[in-house]
């Protein structure tokens, strides 16, 4: 059976996008680890087509498991070899993670960071919550400040489980932070934070599904947003951040995983990010790293594992990219209302 | 006076698509460094609006020059201060340069590589040539490998100065190494560097300006190339590039600057990706550093800028984004003969 022909019967009897090459993705993760967790971590394939491909490719005798250990049985090896496909070859830099930028100059920032994180509120899968590792945070606010995005800027935050309102407030590089969240859990601790730190945070209580605040509209220079990965609720939740916008130059950033989104979900929100009137200058894959959430046994791709092992701390699998959005005219979006369920589609797995 | 309104009397005077943003972000490398070379350097700005907002700042007072020096005055200062302008911040991963790559498991490809390519022909301003330092030839193929489009596959390079086939080849995972250049040198060249070291790669002599021949349609699994950078040039040299790959899942690496290309051109470009099937999964800024090529002071750029001098072989200032487009559906692309100049529009400044 061709890669093909099993995507497509994948895809037929799932509903899922997976596709040749993702199949080719998880064969080649196959051959670097026999971990469940490895082996999601190492293809970039939504998980629930991770899950599902192994299935198949189970049912045509190229891949086992036993033991808790994932295997390619000897067709499985054979056929790599046919199709050559090779091992994942990771290369990514030891010293920034892969993610392009030096954390030394900001030691001091995230040394504040990491003691007032101990406090931090844990991951809720009632408001869809995982919060990446505290040095993603402060990568991901050193990115910003090496792009001009930060330094005298009016930054607002689109939920903040990651706690980025307060890394960045403690460089004291911008002018304003403003925070959005629903989780009164969250938008407590950051204010308590900013208080006892003397950091200006505004930190308000809000669902994202509701407009953005009037007052809010076309203040801002830059957002940051980890949306939820359904389509409808990437883009309403993108679109509030580019409706905070001032206009031309000013920019978002998003993050966006492989694990519940396929490529060609990828597209459809590329495909909307541009006509917004942005550009993307950078995509910088697995910039983030997330701390494994409390509730895994009870997330929805759970029943699909082939093994059902709860990730230990230490063994971080689930990373996103870090995507850049500049307007390059004047955000063209909506603010509506959404109701219904905004987080759900058929690539969702962590929820 | 504006940001805003000042880039529009240089948006009106020459035609560049110069915005207030890019004049922020000249003013950010004016606060970092004097230097004519470093300012174009950290300013991503296309050159010919960097050069050309250099002499709309000092008409209203804000910068001088003298002594070779660029400098803001004391009226520029205070400006920077008043709209919040900060000094560009550099965090580039001083191990990975910012690419985010491991280059020491290559070590072996690298010195075999640095070998062969001592005796490389010169960059020729006839072909728009200017190639990348050694070590970003390196770090791409170890990108490309990493992302499993290089190992077991079929990789076509289009215009290959920078030497990617012999990088590539000499690393043994691809199946098949093609290229395609115009310049007799570079088709020589890399032939007999194949020759002497038993690498598999065929060199062809072709103009990408005629149709991608017939027989190397839809038969590629990856290609590389580095366009010119004008509007019409950049699509069309990606276009053969995308009409040589066999479908969905199949990949193209792409250069592009910020020194002649703006983000609008950027936009135009991402757009124009989507619609002929791609996604871009990953877009690193800064990931090419060029040697400085023996014609600067050929250049169109050069009767602009405000301070003559070529700078050293030591003094890189020409990078440019390494974009990755997957396909997610066939290509949607033409194989046309182009005729008329494709390499030249406002914002060519090397050419």
New interface residues.
């Given amino acids: 059976m061709t890669l093909a022909a099993l995507a497509d019967r994948v895809r037929r009897e799932s509903g899922l996008a997976i596709?040749?090459?993702?199949l080719?993705?998880i064969l080649?993760a196959l051959q670097a680890s026999e971990d469940i967790w490895r082996i999601v971590d190492l293809a970039p394939v939504p998980m629930m087509a991770t899950c599902q491909g192994l299935h198949a490719l189970a049912e045509i005798g190229w891949v086992t498991w036993a033991n808790g250990r994932v295997r390619l049985t000897p067709a499985g090896d054979q056929a790599c070899r046919k199709?050559?496909?090779?091992a994942?070859?990771?290369?990514?830099?030891?010293?920034?993670g892969?993610?392009?930028?030096?954390?030394s100059?900001?030691r001091e920032v995230a040394a504040a960071f990491h003691r007032i994180a101990r406090g931090r509120p844990e991951a809720s899968q009632e408001f869809d919550q995982g919060y990446v590792t505290e040095d993603s945070t402060i990568a991901r606010v050193?990115?910003m400040?090496?792009k001009?995005d930060l330094?005298?800027?009016d930054l607002l935050v689109l939920g903040d489980d990651d706690l980025v309102s307060i890394a960045a407030a403690l460089t004291r590089?911008p002018?304003r932070v403003v925070v959005l969240d629903i989780d009164p859990r969250i938008v407590n601790f950051v204010a308590e934070a900013a208080r006892a730190e003397g950091l200006a945070v505004d930190a308000r209580q809000h669902d994202l599904r509701e407009p953005l605040p009037e007052e809010l509209c076309g203040r801002f220079d830059t957002f940051f947003c980890d949306p939820t990965e359904s389509l409808r609720g990437f883009l309403a939740f993108a679109g509030r951040g580019l409706a905070a916008l001032r206009g031309?130059?000013?920019v978002g950033y998003l993050g966006l995983t492989r694990y519940e989104a396929s490529?060609?979900k990828?597209?459809d929100i590329?495909?909307e990010l541009?006509a917004a009137g942005?550009?993307?200058?950078?995509?910088?894959?697995d910039f983030h790293t997330y701390v494994n959430w409390p509730y895994i046994d009870a997330m929805r791709a759970w029943d699909r594992l082939p093994v059902k092992r709860v990730p230990g701390r230490d063994e971080p699998w689930y990373r996103s990219a870090l995507i850049r959005v500049?307007l390059?005219e004047a955000a063209r979006v909506e603010n509506p209302r959404y109701t219904g369920d905004i987080f759900n589609d058929e690539e969702a797995a962590t929820t």
Avoid: H, S
């Avoid at 199709?83 to 090779?86: G, H, K, R």
């Avoid at 892969?98 to 954390?103: A, F, I, K, M, S």
């Fill in positions: 596709t040749a090459r993702d080719e993705r080649a199709l050559a496909i090779a994942v070859r990771e290369l990514k830099c030891p010293r920034c892969g993610r392009g930028v030096e954390l100059p900001l050193a990115f400040w090496a001009g330094a005298g800027k590089a002018r031309p130059g000013c490529l060609a990828w597209r590329q495909r541009l942005g550009v993307l200058t950078d995509v910088v894959d500049e390059v």
